[in-house]
């Protein structure tokens, strides 16, 4: 059973602003109010984190609001595991535990079985000094929100996942679907698609993303001056070009961001446009544009010459690429449209040099940066997206000029997404292989090629590259 109800994406409920009970510590009761929103109210985690953290002043304390985001993050990802051990200590079904109890009693699990090792960048302990205060602090939670009639099971529950979580989890088969999502803290849809599809490899990916990745990336601007430096505390990409990495800590990188020097962009996701081979003067079109990552990059590589056509469905999402465009100085070579991907306009239709399109897909590539997405994505959804996926692709076919070059990418490590899309080839493509520093870098055959979470790639990605056949009538 998922651990989201079914709520079809109700807006929050209207209620009271709840105060913070005087024992509980500002880090917990903000993941505590993370984690409600988000399971009760079907609200994005970050989102609501973000809010909660504003709300409550967290940001004026690094290290406290650090801890409530890892807290929080960890306890939503973790929720299905966290949610076995509770319902055999308790031996009810948790659908008759009150939710704010419910909610209590994932933190604390979480915080024992989970955190109680972990340090951070400074030696210091991520979880509690000790797990009497994980226990303490969970029972204050469910004192204050709840009352007293819920205070000694819930004490009771965390007093035996302390001692007996880890050998409940111990009992379960990772040969079993149903019991390694338990263990992964996924949907069973999804373990079964991924295993049928990739056996191990495809499992291995799905557990490293509920690993903290070592690194985070981003592309060097090649639009501004000085883009070969290195910034201090920076590593160039051992496998990426133009990419750097960054281990712990990225303040100190902020300043560039802040210039546009540097942009925050996942080394798979750079590699997509590395994907499309750009040559100064291309007219290049990306079909699902936001927040512009990808956009900024293409128009980064033109050579002052050509133009960059960057389609986003919602206002507000155009108005990212808009404000990342101005920041990185190339404003003047990106024009952003606010329309449907898929609504054909005649005048476009064999105007485009190279066409991108990084298709909306499921995201089971990227879940460690999305701590919530696993559970708002459902089996019978996949189809739906399928279908979009290939009307997308069928308008970009018709948008490229004979000769030109398409990628298709996804952010998913769904065959269903990816391989069964491209394969058979679509009408009026043939295969292009990949350039070389694609190759290199991923596991790639010829045309198609992936990014596996893991290792220095923290996304899974998938990339195939087409060339529009000559002489084929739009």
């Keep these: 059973m998922s651990p989201l109800p079914s709520k079809g994406g109700a807006p929050p409920r209207t209620e009271r602003r709840l105060k ?5 510590t500002p880090a917990r009761w903000a993941a505590w109010l993370t984690v409600r929103r988000t399971f ?5 985690t970050d989102r609501a984190f973000a809010a909660v953290a504003e709300q409550l002043g967290l940001d004026a304390d690094p290290r406290e609001r650090a ?5 929080a993050y960890g306890t939503v990802q973790g929720a299905k595991r966290l949610d076995h051990v509770i319902g055999v200590l308790g031996k009810r079904p948790l659908a008759k535990l009150d939710p704010p109890v419910l909610h209590a009693l994932r933190i604390g699990v979480h915080e024992l079985l989970d955190l109680q090792q972990e340090t951070g960048e400074g030696g210091e302990r991520l979880g509690s000094a000790s797990a009497h205060a994980a226990v303490s602090q969970a ?4 004192r204050g929100v709840v009352g007293e009639r819920a205070v000694a099971f819930t004490n009771a529950i965390l007093r035996r ?9 111990a009992k379960l088969d990772p040969a079993d679907d149903g019991d390694l999502a338990v263990l992964l803290s996924m949907p069973e849809w999804l373990v079964t698609r991924v295993r049928t599809a990739h056996g191990q490899r495809g499992i291995d990916a799905l557990a490293a993303q509920n690993e903290p990745h070592a690194g985070t990336a981003f592309r060097v601007n090649a639009a501004h001056a000085g883009e070969d430096e290195v910034p201090e505390g920076a590593e160039p990409s051992a496998t ?9 800590s990225t303040a100190a990188m902020s300043p560039a961001v ?12 750079q590699l997509v446009t590395l994907a499309l081979d750009v040559q100064p003067g291309d007219r290049v079109l990306d079909m699902c544009a936001a927040p512009g990552g990808k956009t ?11 133009e960059v056509v960057a389609v986003e469905l919602h206002e507000h999402r155009a108005d990212s690429v808009r404000a990342l465009a101005s920041r990185t100085g190339t404003r003047e070579l990106v024009r952003v449209r606010v329309g449907d991907a898929t609504a054909l306009d005649a005048a476009d239709v064999g105007r485009f040099d190279r066409v991108l399109l990084d298709a909306p897909c499921t995201g089971t590539g990227v879940l460690a940066a999305r701590p919530d997405a696993r559970w708002k994505r459902t089996d019978a959804g996949v189809a739906e997206l399928v279908e979009l996926q290939r009307e997308l692709l069928a308008t970009a076919v018709r948008l490229l000029r004979p000769g030109g070059t398409l990628v298709y990418s996804t952010c998913s490590i769904l065959r269903e997404e990816d391989e069964d899309v491209v394969d058979p080839t679509p009408a009026g493509l043939e295969p292009a292989q990949l350039p070389q520093a694609v190759r290199e870098a991923t596991d790639c055959d010829g045309h198609v090629a992936r990014t596996w979470p893991g290792g220095e790639f923290a996304e899974g990605f998938f990339i195939a590259r087409f060339t529009k056949l000559a002489g084929e009538v739009a």
Excluded: C, M, N
């Design 258 to 269: 802040d210039a546009g020097r540097l942009v925050p962009q996942s080394l798979s996701s």
């Design 67 to 71: 801890f409530a985001q890892r807290l």
């Design 139 to 142: 029972v204050e939670l469910v």
């Design 240 to 248: 990426v070009p133009g990419a750097i990495v960054v281990a712990g």
């Design 20 to 24: 913070r009970p005087t024992k509980v």
């Design 40 to 44: 009760d109210d079907d609200a994005w």
């Design 296 to 306: 900024t990059h293409v128009a980064s590589l033109l050579g002052g010459r050509g």
């Design 161 to 169: 996942a302390q001692v007996d979580g880890a050998d409940i989890l």
